[in-house]
């Protein structure tokens, strides 16, 4: 059974190569910054917005710039937080599940669950949501098979640090994006995936930094 997840499918979307042999040959690339930065990271701004949403308000910096309001059921979302219990899609036919975890959920005035996901960013470009259209499609996909209706839209939260005050505090630039998803395409993009793991390695990709420094070590080696 193959398990994928949103961020896997990240890696099909850039490198089918990479993906390959990361899912199949357990391969996987050089890890880059350190991952404890980014989860830090990620541990503090879901705190910040858990405050909030004991109160039953939005963080300022989205007021007015999203639709609803935060999920208030804390266990649900605790769930969905956590790879291993999150949402989930699987085909046994196809041998694949995919499970992912969800930063943070919105609820439409007429009850339809909107996926809300964090980004860190050195800073913010007007591009910077395309790498993640992927992430918010299957995010809709997989709460609508788990029963949870959507809209097909999505939200993602940049923060981006602007500078550090002389209080030791670090200020943030926050940029909700409104982004619209298509559950089918996530859908087609997930078997798309699932059908190249059933078949040979793929070439390498011409783009991809990592597979031209294998070549480049083949060569001297």
């Not at 499918?9 to 990361?22: G, K, M, T």
């Amino acid at each position: 059974m193959h398990l994928l997840s949103a961020s896997s499918l990240a890696l099909f979307n850039e490198c089918p190569r990479c993906f390959y042999l990361q899912l199949k040959e357990r391969v996987r690339r050089p890890q880059g910054i350190p991952m404890p930065l980014y989860t830090k990271m990620d541990l503090l701004i879901k705190d910040y917005f858990d405050g909030f949403r004991e109160k039953g308000e939005l963080p300022p910096q989205l007021e007015g710039l999203v639709e609803g309001r935060l999920l208030d059921n804390q266990e649900l979302l605790k769930k969905w937080r956590n790879w291993r219990t999150g949402l989930t899609f699987e085909d046994k036919k196809a041998g694949a599940r995919i499970v992912s975890a969800l930063d943070d959920c919105l609820i439409s005035d007429d009850n339809f669950f909107i996926p809300l996901d964090y980004k860190s960013k050195g800073d913010i470009r007007e591009d910077s949501h395309v790498f993640h259209q992927n992430q918010l499609n299957i995010y809709t996909w997989l709460l609508d098979e788990n029963g949870y209706p959507t809209k097909d839209i999505g939200y993602l939260v940049f923060f981006a640090p602007l500078k550090v005050n002389s209080n030791n505090t670090i200020k943030f630039n926050i940029v909700p994006k409104r982004i619209d998803t298509s559950k089918n395409n996530a859908k087609e993009f997930f078997y798309r995936a699932v059908n190249l793991l059933n078949g040979p390695m793929p070439e390498k990709h011409g783009t991809c930094d990592y597979c031209r420094w294998i070549d480049d070590v083949h060569d001297v080696l």
